[in-house]
């Protein structure tokens, strides 16, 4: 949703190839996979939002939260047809292959299946073992 962004934002995201969407309840209809990156004040209310659309697949929550908001936001799922995988990212922007990582543990299939489309791109993804802070497989 590009509102209030900045030009050189909304430029950033055309290049990489984003669309804009006018609500998050365009893409959680027919997306399988909504990526979360957003400040962690942010990350629940997101969440919050995500879950009122009735998305149904996987949400990965790549926020930089806590371990008590990361169970909110699991907490805010269950029990629904969403699988919550948790995320992280390190490194710089991708703009170079290997340097940016998204680390992703949970439900071992919904981090294939999360990881599956990322491999041979910019964002290189590892897969860790269990819930979240797990080790890599």
């Given at each position: ?64 939260i806590s371990p008590r908001a990361a ?67």
């Amino acid at each position: 949703m590009p509102e209030g962004r900045p030009a050189a934002t909304r430029e950033r995201a055309a290049e990489a190839g984003l669309r804009p969407v006018g609500s998050l309840a365009e893409p959680a209809g027919t997306c399988g996979v909504v990526l979360s990156v957003c400040p962690p004040a942010a990350a629940l209310d997101v969440a919050r939002q995500i879950a009122a659309t009735g998305f149904e697949g996987i949400h990965v929550d790549a926020d930089a939260i806590s371990p008590r908001a990361a169970a909110e936001t699991g907490a805010l799922f269950r029990g629904g047809a969403v699988t919550v995988v948790d995320g992280g990212i390190t490194g710089p922007p991708p703009r170079a292959a290997g340097r940016t990582r998204l680390y992703l543990s949970g439900d071992a299939a919904a981090v294939e299946e999360v990881s599956a489309p990322l491999d041979g791109t910019l964002l290189t993804p590892v897969a860790l073992d269990g819930p979240s802070g797990g080790r890599p497989r």
